[in-house]
């Protein structure tokens, strides 16, 4: 049994509160980060750790770190709590029941590239959220943990909340630097990255809520301990998130690298009713999904890719073998619809176009040839959108043509379902 | 607070958009003309700038909505926890409304929403400022029961 690293404080009672936090090693690596690192010292250590990014795209950590200017300019950092990918809640845990641990982990991360404004960026629908990072930040302020000369160590930082306003593409962090300027939260064109043009134009680290989570333990732990979790390339521990067809739903904190069958079925207790698993969804709405003869595959960055998917946020979705997979593609594609910003063409209207042909083929009024229909429309958004939303929307409306060819062939030829039948 | 006193507590005004928005909403009701303009006018903006801005978040209200505001998430999690689609045809059918409306006492407008993390805990609704999992038909009576209660 692995124990939690991330979570061992969230099943406490007050477990958001500061005064369980600091009895329970709390702060510590603040302490330590402040008065034993310098600066470089820190993205060092954090580079050797192996940290990579837990909001999707598995960035090293390290590496973007040293992507802020050294120079002396204003330089923000953002905290990433826009989680919207369906499927996800593993943040959404971290802030309600955790927040000092991520606070914790920013105020390390700001010392480390010298940034001195912080700003958490939340989804406008977390309200339970907004209530806990702002007591949180409070009480960080009030025990000198934020503010002017941060435990006597000349270091200065301020922490204030910011909501969204129901948008997933915020979640992207050109398109949140622009929702916190007060503008539409659109993406904008990369490079130039946040690193050198963020926030107001200035250079800007932004991170997810659990990404930062991980830093007080590399700091208080070592490098080396923390690569010696997981696999080689994907270290450390990971909120896994199960939904849908398990018995118990839930968050798991287990090694990078555990295979999938292992958390469906150790951990979610397996399938209800000795049901089959059809699909599974391993990272979240935008990736790819996995059949039943994948389940072995090993929950880390390169071995998903290897398996056609990607971790993605560790969201895993399982769906049992009487799920309709254009049911499940149709409502993927209404999120994605509703939920493109409509700056760039091929994305605005090709997401409209996918789900206007699935409903069809849903209502029994498939044609045919809507199946090279809607891989043609994939084919024109892939690669040709303004932002990665593109390729996020077609990357699962692609796998579940591929991998479940003969149930949108049923549905064209016989206007009804083979599962639902 | 007002929205101009969060404008000046930041470096630059127009970055306290969306909270004033929120602020704004808050004493309206909802974003009327007017309480555009006022947000315009604090924050050194156009009315047309602050429209514009606030039309790309769904959280931002243009119309009057009801007291109680229910969300429904519709996300793949909630829908394979029998909620979602379901959950929305049952509420449609129970208030008389279809989602987008308002029932004619003003007490209830019914709405969808993209993921509301709850994924765990599926199916959710949120109303107002109350997050509520794990519903059953017959739980969800009784919170529209309450709701009817507590006006």
């Known amino acids: 049994m692995f124990e939690p690293i991330l979570l061992r404080r969230v099943?406490?009672?007050?477990?958001?509160s500061i005064d369980v936090y600091l009895a329970n090693g709390g702060y510590r690596a603040l302490e330590k980060a402040l008065h034993e690192f310098k600066p470089e010292e820190l993205i060092d250590l954090v580079r050797k750790s192996g940290l990579r990014g837990r909001g999707g795209a598995g960035f090293p950590a390290g590496l973007k770190w040293g992507f802020m200017p050294?120079?002396?300019?204003?330089?923000?950092?953002?905290?990433n709590t826009d989680e919207g990918e369906p499927g996800t809640f593993k943040d959404r845990v971290l802030v309600e029941r955790d927040p000092h641990s991520v606070i914790e982990g920013a105020i390390i991360a700001a010392y480390a590239v010298r940034a001195t404004r912080a700003f958490v960026y939340i989804r406008g629908e977390f309200f339970l959220g907004v209530k806990s990072w702002i007591k949180a930040?409070?009480?960080?302020?009030?025990?000198?943990?934020?503010?002017?000369?941060?435990?006597?160590?000349?270091?200065?930082?301020?922490?204030?909340?910011?909501?969204?306003?129901?948008?997933?593409?915020?979640?992207?962090?050109?398109?949140?630097?622009?929702?916190?300027e007060g503008k539409r939260g659109e993406p904008r064109l990369k490079p130039p990255y946040p690193a050198q043009v963020g926030y107001l134009g200035k250079p800007t680290l932004v991170h997810n809520v659990e990404t930062l989570a991980n830093?007080?333990?590399?700091?208080?732990?070592?490098?080396?301990?923390?690569?010696?979790?997981?696999?080689?390339?994907?270290?450390?521990?990971?909120?896994?998130?199960?939904?849908?067809?398990?018995f118990r739903r839930g968050v798991y904190e287990l090694p990078l690298g555990t295979p999938l069958r292992t958390i469906i079925y150790d951990y979610a207790g397996g399938v209800p009713h000795n049901k089959r698993i059809k699909a599974v969804i391993p990272g979240g709405a935008s990736t790819p999904f996995l059949t039943a003869e994948q389940l072995d595959v090993p929950m880390d960055f390169e071995s998903l890719a290897a398996a056609g998917s990607a971790l993605g946020t560790g969201?895993?979705?399982?769906?049992?073998?009487?799920?309709?997979?254009?049911?499940?593609a149709r409502r993927t594609a209404r999120f994605f619809a509703h939920e493109s910003c409509g700056k760039c063409t091929p994305c605005r209207v090709g997401s409209q176009r996918i789900l206007q042909v699935l409903e069809d083929i849903e209502a029994g009024r498939g044609r045919p040839g809507d199946v090279e229909r809607l891989h043609d429309l994939c084919e024109g958004i892939a690669g040709h959108t303004f932002c990665p939303f593109g390729d996020a929307l077609v990357a699962p409306i692609r796998s579940s043509l591929k991998l479940f060819a003969d149930e949108y062939q049923y549905h064209i030829r016989h206007g009804k379902c083979a599962v639902a039948a | 607070?007002?929205?101009?006193?969060?404008?000046?507590?930041?470096?630059?005004?127009?970055?306290?958009?969306?909270?004033?928005?929120?602020?704004?909403?808050?004493?309206?009701?909802?974003?009327?003309?007017?309480?555009?303009?006022?947000?315009?006018?604090?924050?050194?903006?156009?009315?047309?700038?602050?429209?514009?801005a606030a039309s790309f978040y769904s959280m931002y209200k243009t119309k009057p909505m009801g007291?109680?505001?229910?969300?429904?998430?519709?996300?793949?999690?909630?829908?394979?926890a029998e909620g979602g689609?379901?959950?929305?045809?049952?509420?449609?059918?129970?208030?008389?409304?279809?989602?987008?409306?308002?029932?004619?006492?003003?007490?209830?407008?019914?709405?969808?929403?993209?993921?509301?993390?709850?994924?765990?805990?599926?199916?959710?609704m949120r109303v107002n400022d109350t997050l509520y999992e794990n519903l059953t038909p017959d739980r969800v009576d009784l919170i529209l029961q309450e709701l009817r209660g507590g006006r």
């Open chain 2, 85 to 124: 689609d379901k959950l929305v045809d049952y509420l449609q059918k129970k208030l008389g409304i279809k989602v987008g409306e308002t029932t004619r006492d003003g007490l209830f407008t019914l709405l969808t929403v993209q993921c509301l993390a709850s994924c765990g805990t599926s199916p959710a």
């Open chain 1, 315 to 328: 969201a895993i979705v399982v769906l049992n073998e009487d799920t309709c997979m254009v049911d499940v």
């Open chain 1, 215 to 246: 830093v007080p333990h590399i700091v208080l732990n070592g490098a080396e301990w923390y690569a010696s979790i997981g696999t080689p390339r994907s270290t450390g521990p990971k909120i896994f998130c199960v939904s849908g067809h398990v």
């Open chain 2, 67 to 80: 007291r109680y505001v229910l969300q429904v998430c519709e996300g793949l999690s909630c829908h394979l």
């Open chain 1, 11 to 16: 099943t406490l009672p007050r477990s958001d």
């Open chain 2, 1 to 52: 607070m007002s929205p101009g006193k969060f404008a000046q507590q930041d470096p630059v005004k127009r970055s306290m958009l969306l909270t004033a928005l929120y602020v704004a909403q808050e004493q309206y009701g909802y974003l009327s003309p007017e309480a555009i303009q006022r947000v315009a006018e604090r924050l050194g903006m156009s009315p047309l700038d602050v429209y514009q």
């Open chain 1, 70 to 79: 050294k120079e002396d300019v204003q330089k923000y950092l953002c905290v």
């Open chain 1, 137 to 180: 930040i409070a009480d960080a302020y009030q025990r000198g943990f934020l503010g002017k000369n941060i435990l006597g160590s000349g270091f200065n930082l301020d922490l204030t909340v910011h909501r969204g306003a129901g948008a997933y593409i915020c979640g992207e962090e050109t398109a949140m630097l622009d929702s916190l």
